[in-house]
């Protein structure tokens, strides 16, 4: 079973404008909460990661904001630049050490 | 050196042959992971060694076979493969066995014929 759905699944936004992809767990154990970003013809890279134990954490350009009443947390891409585009999947903390991943949202930043 | 290095970058082989894909990381990171992903597609894992040993395998077929000969050393051995298998292989390393901050080699681009 999925343990992480990711929405949109794909996202066209103006340079400048601000990006938003969701995804929605179901087990409340889960205790890391990390984005990766991937570029074509490359593996997935870390691009930032969340504690349940705070609501928001930027770094950058990039916010993650969790909501542990709605079991959701969103990557935030404020001023998007068309060097965001890239594919980015949020990821599930272990079960027993294995991490899944959300189905991916490919982000086209036109410029 | 924060980097996970995979080699061959590109591999084209018969469904006859042997090859071996290699991943090597010097961080110190005690668990390496093998993933396989299709266009499109999010990575799935294949296999976890933790400390050197084989902690997972997700009933992969057999003509996947992995090895860690020491802690910074991963290898995938491919022997038989079907057209299906064509795909990005995938390794990872951190710190320990975890979902906690993988780093992600740039993969290998496997294509069968």
């Known amino acids: 079973q999925q343990q992480v759905k990711q929405s949109p699944q794909s996202l066209i936004v103006q340079k400048g404008g601000i990006s938003i992809i969701n995804c929605a767990y179901e087990?409340?154990?889960?205790?890391?909460f990390p984005w990766y970003q991937q570029f074509p013809g490359k593996g997935p890279a870390l691009l930032i990661a969340i504690r349940p134990d705070v609501s928001e954490k930027k770094e950058g350009r990039f916010t993650i904001s969790f909501n542990k009443s709605a079991k959701q947390f969103s990557l935030h891409i404020m001023d998007s630049q068309p060097g965001d585009s890239a594919t980015y999947f949020c990821?599930?903390?272990?079960?027993?050490?294995?991490?899944?991943f959300g189905d991916g949202t490919t982000l086209t930043v036109k410029p | 050196d924060t980097e996970v290095t995979q080699t061959p970058k590109h591999l084209v082989m018969g469904m006859t042959n042997k090859k071996s894909l290699k991943c090597e990381q010097h961080?110190?990171?005690?668990?390496m992971y093998w993933y396989k992903q299709k266009a499109k597609k999010p990575p799935e894992l294949m296999f976890v060694y933790s400390y050197e040993k084989l902690s997972i395998n997700e009933s992969v077929p057999s003509r996947f076979s992995p090895e860690c000969p020491n802690s910074s050393l991963l290898n995938l051995h491919l022997h038989a493969l079907q057209p299906e298998d064509s795909a990005l292989y995938l390794c990872?390393?951190?710190?320990?066995?975890?979902?906690?901050?993988?780093?992600f080699g740039s993969g290998t681009r496997l294509t069968v014929v």
């Open positions: 961080m110190g990171h005690r668990a």
């Open positions: 990872a390393s951190n710190p320990r066995f975890s979902n906690y901050g993988y780093t």
């Open positions: 990821a599930a903390p272990p079960n027993a050490g294995k991490s899944t």
């Open positions: 087990n409340t154990a889960f205790d890391y």
